[in-house]
Structures are given as C-alpha cells and as structure tokens.
C-alpha cells in the first residue's frame, strides 16, 4: 500500500535536489508543494519552500521577477537562516546581477558559516575596497589604480 506524498515531504525532496544541482528535478517537486500547501487553506508557506522555489523559477527561467520576490521575502522574514541568502545569491548570479549575489553572500556569512557562501565567494573572487572611497568603484581613477594594485600584488 502506498502512501501518498505530504507536501513537507516534497519540499524535502526539492531542497535535496536543490542541493544536489538537480534544478529540473526540485522544480517539479517544490512546485508540487506549493500546490499542495496552497490547497489546504489557511497554511502559511514555509520559507524554505519560498526561497528554494523562488531560486528554481529563477535558475530554470520560468518566472525570474517571482522567483526573486520569493527569495527576498523569505530573507526578510526569515533572514536569520544563512542558506536563505545562497538561494537569493544564487539567482542574483543567475539573473546575472554579480555584485547583489556578492552581498547577499555575505550578509549569509554574517549569520552562519555556511560553506556554500564560502565556497561562491572564493569562486567569484572577493574585490577589495575601492582605493578612493568617496569615488564610485567604476570611477575612472579607482579602477586604474586597482588595476596597479592588482599588478602590483602579482610581481
């Protein structure tokens, strides 16, 4: 006899494959949730399920502008979970928008040491404060003078 699927138990099997890569795979399970939890009236969403989905629909191309809503609306109401800030870096990166990925990647690493953040940082290469602070970091000046630090730190 087969027991049928609650919708926690699909919002655990979207994260894991989440969590594994497999976009394709979590969307279809963390968009069975969502119906599910949407159909029992007067049930809340679950964070996870918001930010998780949220970073599926931005990653896959379903729906980007909603993805995203959910991803920042679970860090701000339940922004005290660092791996809610890797979903939102994550479709930042996805929607190409590098420097918000950054910091959400880092306001994550202010809350836990998740080392997933740790490891996005590494891999997008954390930039140093611009040398003229008052200037923009695409001011002419600070970028010609990274670019001599960075050359200078490579002799």
Request: proline share 5%; net charge positive; charged share 25%.
């Amino acid at each position: 006899m087969s027991q049928e699927m609650r919708p926690k138990d699909y919002m655990e099997l979207g994260i894991l494959y989440v969590r594994e890569g497999r976009f394709d795979e979590a969307f279809r399970a963390l968009r069975q949730a969502m119906f599910r939890y949407t159909e029992q009236s007067g049930h809340e969403l679950p964070y996870p399920l918001m930010s998780y989905y949220g970073l599926c629909l931005v990653v896959l191309h379903q729906d980007p502008p909603r993805g995203l809503a959910l991803c920042k609306r679970a860090v701000d109401e339940a922004g005290n979970r660092a791996e809610f800030y890797w979903n939102l870096g994550k479709a930042f990166l996805a929607m190409r928008r590098k420097a918000q990925a950054i910091t959400a990647f880092q306001h994550g690493l202010q809350i836990g040491d998740d080392p997933r953040l740790v490891s996005e940082l590494r891999r997008l290469g954390i930039r140093n404060q611009p040398l003229i602070p008052f200037l923009s970091r695409e001011n002419i000046l600070n970028r010609y003078l990274g670019i001599l630090r960075a050359k200078s730190k490579a002799a």
